[in-house]
């Protein structure tokens, strides 16, 4: 069965580093989403991804974040200077629809450790 | 802004008990899905339900969907060891982009 793949699965950077967490959806999805889940906290939402353009972000998607899917094929999230409180498990995931019955399909994480 | 509860936030039970898992919100979802995640790994979806008092059975498990669809249950019958996890639920924002709203989790561990 298909299925999203995320590189790395780990990450150790220092804080005001820049990171790219990089993704790799199913190749028929057309909807890209970007999650974190902080240790012992809640799945939160960041940003989704349609058409391009992002669809939507939340509070948390701020200046330092950014997305791009550069190929078709990739989806990338960028952390232009990270902090400690960035550290987190960043997962990716994809859906064929947008729509309310559709499934996402969530890639396994890349656990992001700043120091 | 729309908020999921969920609670017990942890359980744990000898194999064989019985349990349920309560997801509420004061907001109306369109429809609500249910994850398991095992540690080092992605949610996986287990089911939605889209239809106010709609019942999804997996196995064991029993999901509900309110009528008013601001709340969902998972039942699990007879509870094994390989049922040990992370049960999230999730319910699918106002916004039409499908993004998720998750509950806190509930970490269940059924011991043998």
């Known amino acids: 069965e298909p299925e999203v793949t995320q590189t790395p699965s780990h990450q150790v950077t220092q804080m005001g580093q820049e990171v790219i967490l990089r993704c790799v959806p199913i190749s028929n999805h057309l909807y890209f989403y970007w999650y974190r889940q902080i240790l012992g906290q809640k799945v939160e939402f960041l940003v989704s991804f349609y058409n391009n353009e992002i669809s939507e972000k939340s509070e948390i998607f701020d200046d330092q974040f950014s997305v791009e899917r550069p190929d078709g094929s990739n989806f990338t999230l960028k952390i232009r200077s990270t902090k400690l409180e960035d550290s987190a498990m960043y997962f990716c995931?994809?859906?064929?629809?947008?729509?309310?019955?559709?499934?996402?399909?969530f890639g396994n994480g890349t656990r992001l450790t700043v120091t | 802004t729309q908020l999921l509860e969920q609670s017990p936030q942890f359980l744990s039970i000898q194999e064989g008990e019985n349990l349920t898992v309560y997801c509420n919100s004061s907001s109306v979802f369109s429809s609500l899905q249910w994850y398991r995640q095992e540690p080092g790994e992605g949610p996986v979806l287990l089911v939605t339900v889209v239809t106010g008092g709609e019942v999804k059975k997996l196995k064991r498990l029993t999901f509900q969907f309110g009528d008013a669809r601001k709340d969902s249950s998972l039942h699990i019958t007879a509870a094994q060891p390989g049922d040990t996890g992370l049960y999230l639920c999730?319910?699918?924002?106002?916004?039409?982009?499908?993004?998720?709203?998750f509950g806190q989790g509930t970490t269940l561990q059924v011991k043998p």
């Open positions: 999730a319910g699918v924002g106002s916004s039409n982009t499908g993004k998720l709203i």
């Open positions: 995931a994809s859906g064929k629809e947008g729509q309310s019955n559709s499934p996402l399909h």
